[in-house]
């Protein structure tokens, strides 16, 4: 178990609970002096020279001393409090280590320094977490994107970072950040999820679907994960890519990087943003040119948002299959027209139909993801893209998730159903070995 992961094991529910209770303001202001004094008498450089336990128990030894002499009026319930929180300030990210330390949050949203949210099972809820003040919350963004040599101040008043353990970060600074500092933490589970969860706990797909995306990945299949925020897209490009053989050179491209693959033969590229002379910036596009020319088997873009659509699916056509990425849209329909959209920024003055060829020749399956209102991810759609019908991209939809309505307690009530099309890529599947069932496809049956 690292340092880190030690030290969060010290914060659970009931640690938050009782934190709540505390005097909200006189604890900050006491936490804050004793922090303040521990700066003037620590020795900055042990933080790198001594044991990580060694150095977690010195922290709590001079702050029991500085207590002492301050002769504070707390209990021993807020004294153990207070040290923990003291050990978060200066080896982690504050009060944000609480909320790390629990393997329920998915997502953290903090609209100012008092007020942060977090995500829990799909369903958003203020919390009793909060920073000293906007100085405070400040120092911790800071000290996040410092962590992968990024920047923020008021010349560079928004960043992407992301930490240690691969959760994606995005802060915002005044001047554009009217409130505050803002700061969002996607948070990404430290084991995995694998496919048996999303078909067994998850209920996200079923056992049919799941095997099919599984032989959509080995028989190299180039697959665009569509869906809104928070519907589950990265999650389940995650999952895909462990399907793909170990013996294959993947590269990854991402923005900030948080894709978890576990193949050895992995090779990670990330953009950079322009430094303060305006300089320096590496683009998506940059990445995935300078890809084609690192011998790469399969191409695994973190999400597809711009100019790059176009050398992806110049790619994708051109000896790299298997490829897969992630877009943002409602519908598979419309992430074709966004990837459209997209070949449009480029500039290459593509007529429609050219665009929509090079569309229809890449991409093989679309995957349609979504949160539910009861906070639940579904793969609502799984559609075959079959070629081109005059100017109009064809598909057919094998898979699709049908709602019913909704409990009394809020739960979204529905079934997974075939449409009963057999789709023409199973003939390719076949090749690779892989069999599927006619019965999986028979539109009778109801999956729930």
Do not use: W
């Not at 919350?137 to 996040?144: A, F, S």
């Not at 554009?176 to 999820?193: E, T, V």
């Amino acid at each position: 178990m690292s340092f880190r992961e030690k030290l969060n094991a010290s914060a659970t529910e009931q640690d938050l609970r009782t934190e709540s209770r505390a005097p909200r303001d006189a604890y900050q202001a006491l936490k804050s002096r004793i922090h303040l004094k521990m700066l003037d008498k620590f020795d900055l450089s042990a933080l790198e020279t001594l044991p990580p336990q060694a150095l977690r128990q010195e922290i709590a030894g001079l702050a029991e001393r500085l207590l002492q002499e301050e002769q504070a009026p707390i209990n021993d319930t807020e004294r153990h409090l207070l040290v923990r929180d003291i050990q978060h300030e200066m080896l982690g990210f504050g009060p944000l280590e609480l909320l790390m330390a629990d393997p329920e949050v998915s997502d953290i949203l903090i609209n100012s320094y008092n007020r942060v949210y977090v995500e829990r099972k799909g369903k958003l809820e203020l919390t009793q977490v909060a920073f000293t003040d906007e100085k405070h919350l400040l120092r911790i963004i800071d000290k996040i994107v410092s962590l992968v040599g990024r920047r923020i101040d008021e010349s560079s008043p928004m960043v992407d970072a992301r930490l240690p353990d691969g959760s994606r970060v995005n802060a915002v600074i005044p001047p554009i950040a009217l409130d505050g500092p803002m700061m969002s933490i996607r948070r990404f589970a430290h084991i995995p999820l694998k496919m048996d969860n999303l078909v067994e706990d998850l209920k996200s797909l079923t056992p049919e679907m799941a095997r099919m995306l599984e032989g959509l990945c080995k028989a190299k299949i180039n697959i665009l994960i569509s869906g809104g925020t928070g519907a589950g897209k990265t999650t389940l490009l995650n999952i895909l890519s462990g399907f793909i053989p170990e013996s294959e050179r993947i590269v990854t491209i991402e923005d900030a990087a948080e894709l978890q693959l576990q193949q050895p033969h992995v090779v990670r590229l990330e953009t950079r943003p322009m430094n303060i002379e305006g300089t320096g910036e590496i683009t998506q596009r940059a990445l995935v040119r300078n890809a084609l020319r690192m011998r790469p088997d399969r191409i695994v873009i973190g999400e597809v948002r711009g100019a790059e659509a176009v050398d992806m699916l110049q790619a994708m056509n051109t000896g790299h299959e298997g490829s897969l990425t992630t877009i943002h849209a409602n519908t598979p329909r419309d992430a074709l027209a966004r990837l459209e959209n997209m070949i449009g920024m480029a500039n290459l003055n593509l007529p429609h139909r050219a665009a929509r060829q090079q569309i229809a020749s890449a991409i093989t399956v679309v995957l349609q993801a979504l949160r539910l209102p009861d906070g639940k991810r579904k793969i609502t759609s799984i559609q075959e893209i079959t070629g081109m019908e005059g100017d109009m991209i064809t598909m057919q939809e094998i898979f699709s998730f049908k709602q019913t309505g909704i409990s009394g307690d809020g739960t979204v009530e529905g079934y997974f159903q075939a449409t009963g099309i057999r789709p023409k890529f199973t003939e390719r599947l076949r090749s690779f070995g892989v069999a599927l069932s006619e019965a999986m496809f028979d539109p009778t049956r109801n999956y729930q």
